[in-house]
């Protein structure tokens, strides 16, 4: 057997993306440490492996980039990707001109990738063996003995049996979740949604689905293509990602209450529902049936998880072992980026003899509300998928809020700062926990809206970045700001508080009439109130400003209404 020690620092069990990217984390951050990663696949990822996860978003980008030193690879060998962009309901599909188009325009000033997984996976293993990491392929983990200084691991390598010794065990084998299990912390989520996914050898350019120079001239030639586009209408949206193997993945996800997984879930299934659903991508992708790759199902992959780490017996889990919610803003490497933060600054403090059992609470803790307070995002969403104006506006809040504050407070290492977490999180009043409510309100605001909400729009053109507070946060993702993080927080949730006022204002104006310059606390307005300004009593009111609301008008599609 190819090894050098059968007592380790770290054994790190399943070697996909997450426990890959964590051997190299804790691997920079301590070069001797004795570290295995013991996967299950034999030998080397397939390039253009059958992997989800190809499409990553500005906080997993950052930390592929610039925590692990992976820029220089990334520009190399994987595409850049022009952001998430988003085509909605038309009644007239066929035409891919008539669809509210929601996307970035111009070349995003913070990066991120299309990576594919195979060639990334197999890039990570060799620099990760470069610097002495031990990976062992054909090695499946079977059980482990939890002890008092060092914990002894069972895995079958070529089919026999080995029982090796680490202080740490880090669990990264996704939805086999061996931690998971073993402890008896499986949670499920209450978000069912089914997705099926293939690749195609060869490429969908979206650009060149019109002849129409209007809409061709929207954008630079070329930044179509390399988006992550999603094709949405009630009740699903349907993938088309480009890959550097010159590949294309294509997924469909969908509620199963609006579409039954029965209706798409084999590879002839699927085009035929895209031939109801999405006649145009149907048509381009039936004449390249015989380039397909590969396809494979996925049925009520959402999961939570009730535990994250362990301080005491000193284990972790990370990626898809933990929780999985929904790929829609492709979060799963945001996740991953934050749950081996946490874990790799964990064991590091415990192998330099820090006492890591509260810092230990503290992260679970940190992780497991991140997980809830995403869920709303995605939680019965699937409904509104149908309405653009909705989706328009739900997508910008979205995106507004985890500009804002979670990718703020990756990139300026917050997740492990205590007083950090201790100033946003720790009282009812503070930033972190309001934040959390008025999200909740914002999620509730939109389904409130959908009964009301009827019109179908078409032909227009969004950019996310006409939005000076859009492009206000996204400039200042990667910016630090040392002790004022904390400040600028605060601040970002009183823009978000306006934000949300000033929506809210909208859209009782649309469907109640109420005046424009209706005075709203956005932490508890109310849709369904009734048609008197039900907040006119508040204590809170969040005071209007000229700018913001230019912003929620450039997202407006109804006729604009004069302030009183
Ligand atoms: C439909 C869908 C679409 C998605 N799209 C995106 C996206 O666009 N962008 C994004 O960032 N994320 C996306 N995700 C999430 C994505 O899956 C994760 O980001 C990422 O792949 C998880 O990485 P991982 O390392 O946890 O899992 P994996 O990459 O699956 O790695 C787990 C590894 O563990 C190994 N293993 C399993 N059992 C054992 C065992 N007993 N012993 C040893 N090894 C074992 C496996 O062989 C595998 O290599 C998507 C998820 C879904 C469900």
Not at 22 to 41: C, S
């Amino acid at each position: 057997m190819n090894s050098t020690h059968t007592k380790y620092d770290v054994i790190i069990t399943g070697g996909g993306l997450a426990g890959l990217t964590l051997a190299l984390q804790l691997k920079q951050g301590h070069p001797d440490l004795r570290l295995l990663v013991l996967e299950r696949r034999k030998g080397e990822a397939p390039i253009a492996a059958h992997k989800v996860g190809e499409s990553t978003v500005e906080l997993g980008s950052y930390y592929l980039r610039e925590v692990l030193g992976l820029k220089a690879y990334l520009e190399e060998f994987e595409l850049p990707k022009h952001g998430l962009r988003f085509f909605f309901k038309s009644n007239t599909k066929e035409d891919i001109t008539s669809r509210v188009e929601l996307g970035p325009r111009k070349w995003l000033p913070t990066p991120s990738h299309q990576v594919d997984r195979g060639t990334l996976e197999n890039h990570l293993i060799q620099l990760i063996q470069s610097l002495g990491v031990e990976f062992l392929a054909d090695a499946a983990v079977r059980d482990v003995e939890f002890g008092k200084d060092y914990h002894t691991l069972t895995f079958t390598q070529n089919k026999e049996e080995q029982k090796w010794q680490c202080r740490w065990i880090a669990d990264a084998t996704s939805r086999f979740s061996f931690l998971k299990r073993k402890l008896g912390f499986q949670k499920s989520m209450d978000h069912a949604v089914n997705a099926v996914w293939w690749r195609l050898k060869g490429v969908i350019d979206i650009d060149q689905w019109s002849e129409d120079e209007g809409w061709k001239h929207y954008l630079t030639s070329g930044l179509r293509y390399l988006s992550t586009v999603h094709f949405l209408d009630k009740g699903y949206w349907v993938w088309v990602i480009p890959l550097g193997t010159k590949n294309t993945s294509i997924g469909i996800v969908a509620d199963p209450d609006i579409h039954p997984f029965e209706t798409f879930d084999t590879y002839e299934k699927s085009l035929n529902w895209l031939k109801t659903n999405e006649p145009l991508l149907y048509e381009k992708l039936s004449a390249e049936s015989e380039n397909k790759l590969d396809f494979k199902i996925l049925k009520h992959f959402a999961h939570d998880s009730a535990r994250a780490y362990d301080g005491t017996d000193r284990w972790g889990v990370t990626g898809e072992a933990g929780a999985f919610l929904d790929p829609f803003y492709s979060p799963g490497t945001d996740l991953i980026s934050i749950s081996n933060t946490l874990l790799s600054d964990l064991i590091l403090r415990d192998l330099k003899g820090e006492d890591v059992q509260l810092r230990a609470e503290i992260y679970e803790q940190t992780y497991l509300s991140l997980v809830k307070a995403w869920i709303p995002i995605y939680q019965n969403k699937y409904q509104l998928m149908g309405s653009s104006q909705i989706m328009v506006i739900k997508i910008m809040w979205d995106w507004a809020i985890y500009w804002a504050i979670p990718c703020l407070l990756f990139t300026n290492k917050g997740f492990t700062d205590l007083r950090v977490l201790q100033k946003l999180f720790s009282s009812k009043d503070s930033v972190g926990q309001k934040f959390g409510r008025l999200h909740e309100q914002m999620q509730k605001l939109f389904l409130d809206w959908l009964p009301l909400e009827k019109q179908v729009f078409s032909n227009r053109y969004i950019d996310p970045f006409d939005l000076e507070l859009m492009r206000d946060f996204q400039l200042t993702i990667e910016e630090q700001f040392g002790d004022s993080l904390t400040d600028k927080v605060t601040k970002n949730l009183a823009i978000l508080e306006k934000l949300a006022a000033e929506i809210f204002r909208h859209v009782s104006s649309e469907v109640h009439h109420t005046s424009p310059d209706l005075k709203v606390n956005p932490y508890t307005m109310d849709l369904n109130a009734s048609e008197e300004n039900p907040t006119e009593e508040d204590t809170f009111i969040a005071e209007r400003e000229a700018a913001i609301t230019k912003d929620v008008d450039t997202m407006w599609f109804y006729p604009k209404k004069e302030m009183a």
